[in-house]
């Protein structure tokens, strides 16, 4: 592994390189996610409302509102 990096930087190709995306984005908007996660009681498992707890997990990370429930049994 010490083979592998060199005394002195190396200043070739990589420190010109400009990135293969432009970035233009904005910011997104504040979620409301972390007010209602701080209300939530963490400091035992059974104290949690699954499904709330489901439904700021759902938003936090697809950022839609989750869809409703279904039962996994059918007849």
Do not use: H, V, Y
């Not at 007010?35 to 489901?54: G, M, P, Q």
């Amino acid at each position: 592994m010490f083979a592998a990096f060199k005394t002195q930087p190396d200043r070739g190709r990589g420190a010109r390189c400009r990135p293969a995306i432009r970035w233009t984005g904005g910011t997104r908007p504040i979620p409301k996610s972390p007010a209602r996660s701080a209300r939530l009681d963490f400091s035992e498992a059974d104290r949690i409302d699954d499904l709330e707890l489901n439904d700021i997990l759902w938003i936090s990370i697809k950022g839609t509102e989750p869809p409703a429930p279904t039962r996994a049994f059918q007849r």
